[in-house]
């Protein structure tokens, strides 16, 4: 099965396999225990989504469900439903970044609808990009950036298809899809990258599985939430791709911008695997 169904099937199906399995170990009281455990963090983060978007007047709340969108690709069954970074979890990441980020684009892989493509305005980059699939959120990233005045560049986009611009980088990921998107698109980042490139994983589940027997990839910091790597640029691109021009993408939409106003942010707790 492919496509919306075959996405809904895939994550009926986990659903049942992870309720069975905490039902054979741990009765119904586990069951229940789960739920509540759900239950309570659902309520905090809209709670926490809530007061982000009053403050901001942006609309960046979630989970959205992907289901129901307007994706046409093959990878949605690999692809994590959008929910808005936690901004302090954003920002402790982000500053163990001891960089000044003047010439660097900050790239959001997956941006949704665009919470730390706002985020990333506080730390100074001299340009930012989100590639976000479902063109209805990758709409709203674009719409929420001109409410607050961030120049970003959203594009409505495979994360697969997105090539990586030359000069310094700051790749962020926010647990966005399994190690069948995630293997190829960093395949292609280290192939692409220039000069500096720091990749910042958010809930970082595929972390053992996709980074860490890459040795391009030095760690650098992280802690539960979240994991952070440098990648060394190849020998024979270093030389080659300087003067290349800014391309983002082989195959994209770029959505266009909204019209400025007249005055003028996990996906799911971490499993390491
Ligand atoms: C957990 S949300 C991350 C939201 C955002 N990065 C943030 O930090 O607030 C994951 C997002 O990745 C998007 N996504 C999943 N697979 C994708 C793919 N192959 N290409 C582009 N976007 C994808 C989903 O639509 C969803 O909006």
């Known amino acids: 099965m492919t496509g919306k169904m075959g996405y809904l099937a895939q994550r009926t199906k986990k659903r049942l396999r992870n309720v069975t399995a905490r039902f054979l170990d741990d009765g119904f009281g586990g069951v229940a225990r789960r739920l509540a455990y759900h239950l309570g963090w659902l309520r905090e983060i809209h709670q926490r989504d809530a007061q982000f978007d009053k403050t901001l007047g942006v609309d960046t709340k979630g989970p959205v469900g992907l289901w ?10 690999d692809a994590i439903r959008y929910e808005g970074v936690s901004p302090a979890i954003f920002r402790q990441a982000m500053a163990n970044l001891a960089e000044n980020f003047s010439d660097f684009t900050f790239i959001d892989l997956g941006c949704g609808k665009g919470r730390a493509l706002l985020l990333a305005k506080e730390f100074g980059f001299s340009q930012i990009v ?3 699939f479902a063109s209805e959120l990758a709409a709203v990233a674009q719409k929420n950036c001109a409410q607050v005045g961030v120049q970003a560049t959203v594009l409505s986009q495979d994360a697969m ?18 190690s069948t998107v995630l293997n190829p698109v960093l395949d292609h980042l280290l192939e692409s990258a220039t000069a500096k490139c720091y990749v910042v ?6 972390r053992r599985q ?20 440098t990648a060394q640029p190849l020998d024979n691109h270093a030389n080659s791709m300087t003067a290349a021009p800014t391309r983002y993408a082989r195959d994209r939409t770029e959505v266009a911008p909204a019209p400025q106003p007249e005055h003028a942010e996990r996906a799911g707790p971490s499993t390491i695997n």
């Not at 969108?69 to 069954?77: E, G």
């Not at 298809?161 to 700051?170: H, K, R």
């Not at 996709?210 to 790597?229: K, T």
């Open 68 to 77: 129901h969108l307007k994706i046409r690709s093959d990878n949605l069954q």
């Open 130 to 132: 989100g590639v976000e």
């Open 161 to 178: 298809q997105f090539s990586f611009p030359p000069g310094n980088l700051v790749v962020y990921l926010y647990n966005p899809f399994g």
């Open 201 to 206: 994983y958010v809930n970082p589940v595929h």
């Open 210 to 229: 996709c980074f860490d027997s890459r040795p391009q990839l030095q760690y650098a910091a992280g802690d539960s939430e979240y994991a952070i790597w």
